[in-house]
């Protein structure tokens, strides 16, 4: 049998309190506090990102473990931000496959991949899975800023048809779920997002405009207030489930606009790609990291999740020369050319990223920069998009632990033992996270 | 039962048990499970699936007597089974529904509505109140639309034009090194552009004044260039120095937009004598914008809003909740909408402000964003059955056969009880199906059924297919809808979906099929009778063909698919316990090279089960190409379009489809179910199916199925009509 000490990628704080020593605590909090008070303690900040069909797993893996010496071709445009970077590999999301559900594994992707739980199979009635790891820190830090989390997508819903073999297209298009049964919605017009944090940029609203407009709004909020009280004590059982996911949002929207009442915050300027075409994905992916960047920045929200694609995204990339469907490529069968496709696509996603994690790298925060002060991870919920595999996952854990190396879990350790690190940095209290064994040991 | 235990228990016993069925064990289960276990036997031995090519053959009178016991235990036991009714969750306003319902009560259109996040589909349509999620960015987006249909229903425009005026030195730097101002004036001294937004609060002529001056310096004048939206309206020469109005007059449409003036032709001649001379610039006073025009016309569905302008905010409240709320008014909510509005006058707002703030609360209101259908007066014990309320019902039919709010004539027919019999539902549900408004059935039901809807997504290569555009999308998206609504409006038998002898086209749909004649922009019938078999019914609409395609190529498997969940309403089935490798078709140049991958992955058992039905479907359909043409292979020779179906029934190529499918009565049977599942908002249960085949296959007998038939059963049903109590 082997002893939790074999299991490499357990964290020390857990492996201590496993053999009852609880005494290594508050040394290591005193640790924290020392850090923190070398300079002003910049919010801690954190995303995660979503990327969908897997990845091309002999060109992301790193040969070696430990040490970042020779990045692969995929991780290549990593290089800048190097010292950053924890690669790891043997991370799994059990609650993705199937356990006797059947076909599905993209939509169980999406929906265990914050919530590291096993969905519901349903096309539509009583969704089930999980709270996500990004709202459950939401519920905890998010009322110190504007909005509690950000969600942006790349690609809005399927407008018609079953997502994905019998599971109701919530459980693709999502990776936010503030409670088992309630996926969080996403934005994915750049110009709007734009728009909800630092107001329409074409508006032009003059200060006695503005103030009459969250004056009306607060008003018009008040009285739905009051009416979706009044309804919920007549209704029972679900449907006052469904009026209580009402009132919350009317009662975060209400907290948001009192706090615009009272601040004069100048917005900043509309980045140019919010303005971007449609059709041209590269420059609305750009706008989006932007915007994630200026949220951070401007602490309108520490939280935010990013889907890069719905799962089972069948975008083609024709910029990158690549017409064919990402999902239909996905399936290769080793065929070189679909391999050559997914490789282009793969490395594209992530030359976006390391450009996102530059700016943050740019900017201050507190007395170090905004990367400093900003956890991301960035995954797929399947391994090899032709396996459907959901163990040994290709994860980038960034500023969650020690970077510029190489962390080979063994197989099968929860990727919520990751959430469970990430959780824990952001000054959460949580000691488990869906199926999570302990935390991630990071250094 | 007596057939179906000989012939079949030897191998769905006890201990073989195979495919998880136990013949003895599931004839003595439940009504329920026994009834549905019969039907599942029946359709699998007339399809020919059982019994299997390696067991005893069944001869034909085993077989027909077989089907003959289960048809008539069916017909016997089905109409004694009890569906309960179930309870529906609330169900929040579709995109579709919030649009629907706001053209129909106030006639305006808010592209707002646009902005909403998608809405989550639950068993392929947007009417499923479990699937719908509701999350502050929901919120978001239904206020804002809210203020933006208020300000175009409470209008301040007193008659006379509404003038927007743009300072030059307001507005802000769009391309160009800078620019810089003087005495209120921008000044453009190098090549560039600067521009603002402004609102049109309704479409009409609009004119557009440009006050600018210039100085001058070299061979030509100051040039100038005035932009709408990015399109350039006008190259203007500026050649007075003293600001003078340069106007555009032009129509304008409902919405944000942007002007943007630019300074195209900067000239600098330093050594030239005259100091005057030396430097081109523009300079912009300030740029007007006037209109509309024309003198707003209320749309008539807004007429009651002119009587709003004398009463008091609490008749106005009334007025507003009576519409919005479809019908249920209670004291209290016109109360607090009073309230508001006396709050923003005595905040300084005007009347039409206040009316506005009003309009803008009923609409975010959970009265208006979900469909609540309140409980009944009378205790019932939990889980008794009661009539749905009369104007739940109502706004049930509205929903269902119009997408929108009932309007007042149905409001009426819910408040004097006429909706009160089963009788009464279904006459008020066919005079609905009369009014236009019931044309929504096919772009919002048929749109989803068929994944119409999906068309936006698909980006076949341009490479590949070129002039696949918007335009194209849109005209297959509305060849198949007028299939529908030629079958729906004209009473025909709704199997003529697969096999109609005509079809609608354009100009553009003719040439993309090689139709010859003269066609124009609008549809119109094209007879095809006489003529190639290639688009005659569903199958061969370039729609769904376009649909279920990859970028570059066809895809057999996800057509066959679409066939099967859609036509048929049989969702493949589950591969084996440990076997949840499915993989997609290989990249293949050609289709026989497709065909032969795909035989290559049907030989793997664990992939067989769903794709051998699938694929042949698929591959009946390989004379069509990614976006739905006809093709052929690289000599011009046919291509193989013929499969064999696990049954060993020989499937010719679409015409074969075609037949297979008209003949088969799951097609009927896959329409009702999903109507009902459209219409009541939630999956049909196992009894409820059995009831739906059993009344579709009654209907069958007795002659043609129309539209109207299926529409007749789904409002009669118990779902439609009744519900569970809840305490």
Same mark, same amino acid.
């Given at each position: 049998?082997?002893?939790?000490?074999?299991?490499?990628?357990?964290?020390?704080?857990?492996?201590?309190?496993?053999?009852?020593?609880?005494?290594?605590?508050?040394?290591?909090?005193?640790?924290?506090?020392?850090?923190?008070?070398?300079?002003?303690?910049?919010?801690?900040?954190?995303?995660?990102?979503?990327?969908?069909?897997?990845?091309?797993?002999?060109?992301?893996?790193?040969?070696?473990?430990?040490? @970042?010496?020779?990045?692969?071709?995929?991780?290549?445009?990593?290089?800048?931000?190097?010292?950053?970077?924890?690669?790891?590999?043997?991370?799994?999301?059990?609650?993705?496959?199937?356990?006797?559900?059947?076909?599905?594994?993209?939509?169980?992707?999406?929906?265990?991949?914050?919530?590291?739980?096993?969905?519901?199979?349903?096309?539509?009635?009583?969704?089930?899975?999980?709270?996500?790891?990004?709202? @459950?820190?939401?519920?905890?830090?998010?009322?110190?800023?504007?909005?509690?989390?950000?969600?942006?997508?790349?690609?809005?819903?399927?407008?018609?048809?079953?997502?994905?073999?019998?599971?109701?297209?919530?459980?693709?298009?999502?990776?936010?779920?503030?409670?088992?049964?309630?996926?969080?919605?996403?934005?994915?017009?750049?110009?709007?997002?734009?728009?909800?944090?630092?107001?329409?940029?074409?508006?032009?609203?003059?200060?006695?405009?503005?103030?009459?407009?969250?004056?009306?709004?607060?008003?018009?909020?008040?009285?739905?207030?009051?009416?979706?009280?009044?309804?919920?004590?007549?209704?029972?059982?679900?449907?006052?489930?469904?009026?209580?996911?009402?009132?919350?949002?009317?009662?975060?929207?209400?907290?948001?606009?009192?706090?615009?009442?009272?601040?004069?915050?100048?917005?900043?300027?509309?980045?140019?790609?919010?303005?971007?075409?449609?059709?041209?994905?590269?420059?609305?992916?750009?706008?989006?990291?932007?915007?994630?960047?200026?949220?951070?920045?401007?602490?309108?929200?520490?939280?935010?999740?990013?889907?890069?694609?719905?799962?089972?995204?069948?975008?083609?990339?024709?910029?990158?020369?690549?017409?064919?469907?990402?999902?239909?490529?996905?399936?290769?069968?080793?065929?070189?050319?679909? @391999?050559?496709?997914?490789?282009?696509?793969?490395?594209?996603?992530?030359?976006?990223?390391?450009?996102?994690?530059?700016?943050?790298?740019?900017?201050?925060?507190?007395?170090?920069?905004?990367?400093?002060?900003?956890?991301?991870?960035?995954?797929?919920?399947?391994?090899?998009?032709?396996?459907?595999?959901?163990?040994? @996952?290709?994860?980038?854990?960034?500023?969650?632990?020690?970077?510029?190396?190489?962390?080979?879990?063994?197989?099968?350790?929860?990727?919520?033992?990751?959430?469970?690190?990430?959780?824990?940095?952001?000054?959460?209290?949580?000691?488990?996270?869906?199926?999570?064994?302990?935390?991630?040991?990071?250094? | 039962?007596?057939?179906?235990?000989?012939?079949?228990?030897?191998?769905?016993?006890?201990?073989?048990?195979?495919?998880?069925?136990?013949?003895?064990?599931?004839?003595?289960?439940?009504?329920?499970?026994?009834?549905?276990?019969?039907?599942?036997?029946?359709?699998? !031995?007339?399809?020919?699936?059982?019994?299997?090519?390696?067991?005893?053959?069944?001869?034909?009178?085993?077989?027909?007597?077989?089907?003959?016991?289960?048809?008539?235990?069916?017909?016997?036991?089905?109409?004694?089974?009890?569906?309960?009714?179930?309870?529906?969750?609330?169900?929040? =306003?579709?995109?579709?529904?919030?649009?629907?319902?706001?053209?129909?009560?106030?006639?305006?259109?808010?592209?707002?509505?646009?902005?909403?996040?998608?809405?989550?589909?639950?068993?392929?349509?947007?009417?499923?109140?479990?699937?719908?999620?509701?999350?502050?960015?929901?919120?978001?987006?239904?206020?804002?639309?809210?203020?933006?249909?208020?300000?175009?229903?409470?209008?301040?425009?007193?008659?006379?034009?509404?003038?927007?005026?743009?300072?030059?030195?307001?507005?802000?730097?769009?391309?160009?090194?800078?620019?810089?101002?003087?005495?209120?004036?921008?000044?453009?001294?190098?090549?560039?552009?600067?521009?603002?937004?402004?609102?049109?609060? &309704?479409?009409?002529?609009?004119?557009?004044?440009?006050?600018?001056?210039?100085?001058?310096?070299?061979?030509?004048?100051?040039?100038?260039?005035?932009?709408?939206?990015?399109?350039?309206?006008?190259?203007?020469?500026?050649?007075?120095?003293?600001?003078?109005?340069?106007?555009?007059?032009?129509?304008?449409?409902?919405?944000?937009?942007?002007?943007?003036?630019?300074?195209?032709?900067?000239?600098?001649?330093?050594?030239?004598?005259?100091?005057?001379?030396?430097?081109?610039?523009?300079?912009?006073?300030?740029?007007?914008?006037?209109?509309?025009?024309?003198?707003?016309?209320?749309?008539?569905?807004?007429?009651?809003?002119?009587?709003?302008?004398?009463?008091?905010?609490?008749?106005?409240?009334?007025?507003?909740?009576?519409?919005?709320?479809?019908?249920?008014?209670?004291?209290?909510? !016109?109360?607090?909408?009073?309230?508001?509005? +006396?709050?923003?006058?005595?905040?300084?707002?005007?009347?039409?402000?206040?009316?506005?703030?009003?309009?803008?609360?009923?609409?975010?209101?959970?009265?208006?964003?979900?469909?609540?259908?309140?409980?009944?007066?009378?205790?019932?014990?939990?889980?008794?059955?009661?009539?749905?309320?009369?104007?739940?019902?109502?706004?049930?039919?509205?929903?269902?056969?119009?997408?929108?709010?009932?309007?007042?004539?149905?409001?009426?027919?819910?408040?004097?009880?006429?909706?009160?019999?089963?009788?009464?539902?279904?006459?008020?549900?066919?005079?609905?199906?009369?009014?236009?408004?019931?044309?929504?059935?096919?772009?919002?039901?048929?749109?989803?059924?068929?994944?119409?809807?999906?068309?936006?997504?698909?980006?076949?290569?341009?490479?590949?297919?070129?002039?696949?555009?918007?335009?194209?999308?849109?005209?297959?998206?509305?060849?198949?809808?007028?299939?529908?609504?030629?079958?729906?409006?004209?009473?025909?038998?709704?199997?003529?979906?697969?096999?109609?002898?005509?079809?609608?086209?354009?100009?553009?749909?003719?040439?993309?099929?090689?139709?010859?004649?003269?066609?124009?922009?609008?549809?119109?019938?094209?007879?095809?009778?006489?003529?190639?078999?290639?688009?005659?019914?569903?199958?061969?609409?370039?729609?769904?063909?376009?649909?279920?395609?990859?970028?570059?190529?066809?895809?057999?498997?996800?057509?066959?698919?679409?066939?099967?969940?859609?036509? =048929?309403? +049989?969702?493949?089935?589950?591969?084996?316990?440990?076997?949840?490798?499915?993989?997609?078709?290989?990249?293949?140049?050609?289709?026989?090279?497709?065909?032969?991958?795909?035989?290559?992955?049907?030989?793997?058992?664990?992939?067989?089960?769903?794709?051998?039905?699938?694929?042949?479907?698929?591959?009946?359909?390989?004379?069509?190409?990614?976006?739905?043409?006809?093709?052929?292979?690289?000599?011009?020779?046919?291509?193989?379009?013929?499969?064999?179906?696990?049954?060993?029934?020989?499937?010719?190529?679409?015409?074969?489809? &075609?037949?297979?499918?008209?003949?088969?009565?799951?097609?009927?049977?896959?329409?009702?179910?999903?109507?009902?599942?459209?219409?009541?908002?939630?999956?049909?249960?196992?009894?409820?199916?059995?009831?739906?085949?059993?009344?579709?296959?009654?209907?069958?007998?007795?002659?043609?199925?129309?539209?109207?038939?299926?529409?007749?059963?789904?409002?009669?049903?118990?779902?439609?009509?009744? &519900?569970?109590?809840?305490?």
């Amino acid at each position: 049998m082997k002893s939790t000490f074999q299991n490499r990628c357990l964290d020390r704080r857990t492996v201590l309190r496993g053999i009852g020593a609880c005494v290594s605590l508050p040394f290591l909090d005193a640790m924290e506090r020392a850090v923190a008070s070398r300079g002003v303690a910049a919010p801690r900040r954190t995303l995660f990102v979503f990327a969908p069909n897997g990845k091309k797993m002999d060109e992301w893996r790193p040969k070696s473990e430990g040490a @970042l010496k020779q990045l692969p071709f995929l991780l290549e445009p990593l290089a800048p931000v190097r010292d950053h970077i924890a690669v790891i590999s043997g991370l799994a999301l059990d609650g993705g496959r199937a356990h006797g559900d059947g076909p599905g594994d993209h939509a169980r992707a999406a929906a265990s991949f914050l919530t590291c739980a096993h969905p519901r199979k349903t096309g539509g009635a009583d969704l089930e899975v999980g709270v996500s790891v990004d709202q @459950l820190l939401a519920s905890e830090i998010g009322a110190s800023t504007r909005f509690p989390s950000l969600e942006l997508g790349m690609e809005r819903g399927a407008a018609a048809g079953i997502c994905d073999s019998g599971y109701s297209c919530a459980y693709s298009n999502n990776v936010s779920w503030r409670s088992k049964d309630t996926p969080v919605a996403k934005e994915t017009e750049p110009r709007a997002v734009f728009a909800r944090m630092f107001g329409d940029p074409e508006a032009a609203l003059d200060q006695r405009a503005r103030a009459a407009l969250l004056a009306s709004r607060r008003s018009v909020l008040d009285a739905s207030l009051a009416e979706a009280k009044s309804l919920a004590r007549q209704l029972g059982g679900r449907d006052r489930a469904k009026l209580a996911v009402y009132l919350d949002s009317v009662r975060e929207l209400e907290r948001r606009i009192e706090r615009e009442q009272q601040s004069q915050q100048d917005a900043p300027p509309a980045p140019k790609n919010v303005f971007a075409e449609r059709g041209d994905f590269a420059a609305r992916l750009d706008a989006m990291y932007e915007l994630i960047a200026l949220a951070f920045e401007t602490d309108q929200t520490r939280v935010a999740t990013f889907m890069l694609g719905n799962a089972g995204s069948n975008r083609s990339y024709r910029f990158l020369s690549v017409p064919e469907g990402h999902h239909d490529l996905s399936h290769h069968g080793n065929d070189p050319h679909k @391999l050559a496709g997914i490789r282009a696509i793969n490395r594209f996603h992530v030359e976006r990223f390391a450009a996102f994690l530059q700016r943050l790298q740019s900017t201050k925060s507190g007395s170090g920069t905004l990367l400093d002060a900003t956890a991301v991870v960035y995954a797929s919920g399947i391994s090899d998009g032709d396996r459907h595999n959901h163990d040994d @996952l290709p994860v980038l854990a960034v500023g969650v632990g020690r970077g510029g190396r190489h962390l080979v879990c063994d197989k099968e350790t929860p990727m919520a033992n990751l959430f469970v690190s990430v959780l824990r940095r952001a000054g959460s209290q949580q000691e488990r996270f869906g199926d999570s064994t302990g935390a991630l040991d990071l250094g | 039962m007596v057939v179906v235990e000989q012939r079949c228990a030897e191998c769905h016993d006890e201990s073989a048990h195979k495919g998880g069925l136990d013949i003895a064990h599931a004839l003595r289960a439940d009504p329920a499970a026994r009834l549905s276990a019969i039907s599942e036997i029946r359709d699998r !031995v007339r399809a020919f699936e059982m019994p299997p090519s390696d067991a005893d053959p069944m001869t034909e009178g085993e077989r027909s007597a077989l089907l003959l016991a289960c048809d008539a235990t069916l017909a016997r036991e089905v109409p004694l089974l009890k569906p309960s009714p179930g309870r529906v969750t609330v169900r929040r =306003l579709s995109r579709t529904h919030w649009d629907r319902c706001i053209e129909d009560l106030f006639g305006v259109a808010s592209m707002r509505a646009n902005a909403f996040p998608a809405d989550d589909l639950g068993y392929g349509f947007d009417s499923i109140g479990d699937a719908m999620s509701f999350s502050t960015l929901h919120l978001e987006a239904y206020l804002a639309a809210a203020e933006d249909v208020a300000a175009q229903v409470f209008v301040d425009e007193d008659g006379t034009t509404p003038v927007r005026t743009i300072e030059g030195e307001a507005m802000d730097l769009v391309r160009g090194p800078g620019f810089g101002s003087d005495s209120d004036v921008a000044v453009l001294y190098a090549n560039a552009t600067i521009g603002a937004a402004f609102d049109a609060v &309704r479409e009409g002529t609009f004119r557009i004044s440009v006050h600018a001056g210039a100085s001058q310096a070299g061979d030509a004048p100051t040039r100038m260039m005035v932009a709408l939206d990015g399109r350039e309206l006008a190259q203007i020469d500026v050649t007075q120095r003293a600001p003078k109005a340069e106007s555009i007059t032009l129509p304008i449409g409902t919405g944000k937009h942007r002007i943007e003036v630019a300074f195209v032709n900067d000239f600098w001649d330093p050594d030239n004598p005259d100091p005057a001379r030396r430097d081109r610039n523009l300079f912009v006073d300030r740029v007007v914008i006037e209109g509309p025009l024309e003198p707003r016309v209320a749309p008539p569905q807004q007429q009651w809003i002119a009587a709003t302008k004398t009463m008091t905010f609490e008749a106005g409240a009334r007025a507003i909740a009576a519409r919005v709320f479809r019908g249920v008014v209670d004291a209290e909510h !016109v109360r607090r909408l009073a309230k508001i509005a +006396q709050q923003r006058t005595e905040a300084g707002g005007t009347r039409s402000e206040a009316m506005r703030v009003m309009l803008a609360a009923a609409l975010t209101s959970p009265r208006f964003l979900f469909r609540i259908e309140p409980p009944s007066q009378a205790k019932l014990a939990e889980g008794a059955i009661e009539p749905v309320p009369p104007l739940a019902l109502a706004s049930r039919l509205s929903f269902f056969l119009w997408s929108s709010c009932l309007d007042e004539e149905l409001l009426a027919a819910a408040r004097n009880g006429e909706l009160a019999s089963t009788r009464g539902v279904r006459d008020r549900a066919m005079r609905m199906l009369a009014d236009p408004r019931a044309d929504r059935i096919a772009s919002d039901f048929a749109g989803q059924w068929l994944e119409l809807r999906s068309l936006d997504s698909r980006t076949p290569d341009p490479a590949m297919f070129p002039g696949f555009d918007d335009a194209l999308r849109e005209a297959m998206r509305r060849e198949t809808e007028l299939l529908f609504l030629a079958v729906m409006r004209e009473g025909r038998d709704v199997r003529d979906l697969l096999d109609a002898d005509f079809t609608h086209v354009d100009a553009r749909l003719a040439r993309f099929y090689g139709i010859e004649g003269e066609f124009s922009d609008a549809f119109s019938r094209v007879s095809l009778a006489n003529g190639s078999d290639a688009r005659r019914g569903l199958l061969g609409h370039a729609s769904w063909l376009a649909v279920t395609s990859n970028p570059t190529r066809t895809s057999p498997v996800k057509r066959g698919k679409w066939v099967m969940e859609n036509l =048929l309403d +049989q969702a493949p089935p589950p591969p084996p316990p440990g076997n949840a490798i499915f993989g997609d078709e290989q990249s293949v140049a050609t289709p026989a090279g497709l065909r032969a991958q795909l035989a290559a992955h049907r030989a793997r058992s664990e992939c067989a089960g769903c794709h051998e039905r699938m694929d042949a479907f698929g591959f009946a359909l390989e004379q069509y190409d990614a976006i739905g043409r006809h093709r052929f292979g690289p000599d011009g020779e046919p291509i193989d379009a013929s499969s064999t179906l696990p049954s060993g029934v020989r499937v010719d190529g679409v015409v074969g489809l &075609r037949t297979l499918l008209r003949d088969d009565p799951a097609f009927l049977r896959a329409l009702l179910r999903k109507l009902f599942v459209y219409a009541v908002g939630r999956d049909a249960s196992v009894v409820e199916r059995l009831v739906l085949d059993a009344s579709i296959d009654r209907s069958a007998m007795l002659g043609p199925v129309r539209f109207a038939d299926l529409i007749g059963i789904v409002v009669e049903s118990d779902a439609f009509r009744l &519900r569970e109590a809840i305490r």
